[in-house]
């Protein structure tokens, strides 16, 4: 939201309806009448001018989740008369369900720790809850953004439990994503489970596989990151909400900060959110959050592995390896005619290397604490939302638009298994490896296939040779007493 003219100094203002003006320690501002921010979040929109990025919505949701479990709380310990409690939680409410974002107008990048997130959500929903009691935005002196919807609270422990919250809601979406790519691999790899292909190593000739196994072992290396998502999700589920400044829990009622976790585990609908055992540790200290940004490096580091092998299978069609047909989603070129590119793999690639710099900035941001909190949360908690957030579209195109409908050259794969110099491995135990590799190498000097070379040498009968050189036995998948 464009602040513009509104936001004029009161001296240059005109008393008109459609304006207030509020007051802090360093003076006044005059804002929009009917605007549900306040002196504070103005402040903040106008000192942090730099990036350009608003506030990600899940975290402006885990923020009202925060503010609605603090007034029920206080409600419980008697610190909130029941009236203002409700109007809070009405005003949380709408917040949750998607209304008044557009009041948030500060950026993601600010100092502070977060205070003018804090003072934001604390403004929008002290204003939106006057109104619902029938008072206008503005009339402090019955629901104050400060003394009662930041009752018992700090910045220091709301906006690092709101950060958790919005993480945990987007995580579930990173393992729906990555259960949707791994089960595509699996039922890819159903399709093709028998089909011999050469296995490579170095870039080079290797032993045969099948297309089955090599893509079955991609989708288990996607199953490791659900099982690390989920796990990831219950280490987030610690939070130090009730703890005010520095985790002593200074200026919170006692019967508050005994219920305020439980009161935010019903809000939020996570069943896991506890409080930390040390509330000074977890309002110091961050790592669980350079821990999940591990989990999208890692998955990244996967995806990039999957990308790369797509690409380079994909390669030709004439002067590549040709061994699958990715799905054709959009011209290649404006210069080549009919020329289709890999571009889903070179998009989730592109993504992947965003996602390793993301996780540099939390690792440095999460290093960059001194003493009892870590000021650098606000770039750190934008990072690790981007991060998530690109991978669950990442995760989500892969599957979809290149997995699960791609073709494999079936005869090709198997015309390079059966061709491969690198069949004479399975002589080894039967001739001996010198053996093997001399048959390798006159096999490579005159261009003949093993095969022929073996019985041209009477190493062994043609029978015999025929089935050690069978790819598919090479793979596993057919027992030898079923060899025929």
């Not at 009236?83 to 369900?97: F, L």
Request: aromatic share 4%; glycine share 6%.
């Amino acid at each position: 939201m464009s602040l513009g003219n509104e936001l004029q100094d009161v001296g240059e203002q005109e008393v008109r309806e459609d304006v207030r003006i509020e007051k802090d320690l360093l003076g006044t501002k005059t804002l929009p009448a009917n605007a549900y921010y306040g002196i504070n979040s103005v402040r903040a929109a106008e000192n942090y001018t730099v990036s350009g990025y608003s506030l990600h919505p899940e975290l402006i949701i885990g923020l009202a989740m925060v503010k609605k479990a603090a007034a029920l709380a206080n409600l419980r310990a008697g610190q909130l008369e029941p009236k203002k409690a409700q109007a809070i939680v009405q005003a949380a409410d709408e917040i949750i369900s998607g209304k008044w974002h557009d009041q948030f107008i500060g950026e993601a990048i600010q100092g502070g720790a977060g205070t003018g997130m804090n003072m934001n959500a604390n403004e929008v929903i002290a204003n939106r809850a006057l109104e619902i009691l029938g008072y206008k935005p503005g009339d402090y002196y019955m629901i104050h953004p400060l003394d009662d919807v930041n009752k018992g609270q700090s910045t220091n422990d709301v906006v690092p439990t709101a950060i958790r919250i919005a993480a945990i809601r987007m995580l579930e979406g990173y393992v729906k994503a990555a259960e949707l790519l791994s089960n595509t691999l699996r039922e890819k790899a159903a399709q093709y489970q028998n089909a011999p292909k050469l296995g490579r190593t170095h870039l080079q000739d290797a032993v045969p596989i099948t297309i089955g196994q090599e893509l079955n072992a991609w989708a288990s290396a996607v199953a490791r990151d659900i099982e690390r998502g989920r796990k990831a999700m219950d280490l987030l589920s610690v939070v130090n909400l009730g703890g005010t400044a520095i985790g002593t829990c200074i200026n919170a009622n006692p019967l508050y900060v005994e219920c305020v976790v439980d009161e935010l585990r019903k809000c939020s609908g996570i069943d896991s959110l506890r409080p930390a055992a040390d509330r000074i540790d977890a309002t110091q200290n961050i790592d669980v959050l350079v821990e999940v940004s591990g989990l999208m490096k890692s998955t990244a580091t996967t995806l990039t592995k999957i990308c790369n092998d797509l690409r380079l299978m994909a390669s030709g069609p004439m002067a590549g390896l040709a061994e699958v047909r990715l799905p054709a989603i959009a011209a290649g070129s404006s210069i080549m005619p009919g020329k289709i590119n890999p571009v889903i793999p070179e998009m989730v690639n592109q993504v992947c290397f965003k996602i390793y710099g993301n996780d540099l900035t939390i690792s440095l941001a999460a290093s960059a604490g001194q003493f009892e909190l870590n000021v650098m949360q606000p770039v750190l908690s934008f990072a690790l939302f981007e991060s998530i957030e690109m991978m669950v579209r990442a995760m989500e195109s892969l599957a979809l638009k290149v997995i699960k409908d791609m073709e494999f050259n079936t005869k090709r794969c198997e015309s390079y298994a059966r061709n491969s110099l690198s069949l004479v491995t399975v002589l080894a135990p039967v001739v001996g490896h010198s053996v093997a590799t001399e048959i390798a190498k006159k096999a490579m000097d005159t261009g003949q296939d093993i095969l022929s070379v073996i019985v041209e040498s009477q190493v062994l009968d043609e029978n015999t040779a025929r089935r050690l050189l069978d790819p598919r036995r090479m793979t596993t998948l057919v027992p030898d007493d079923d060899d025929d």
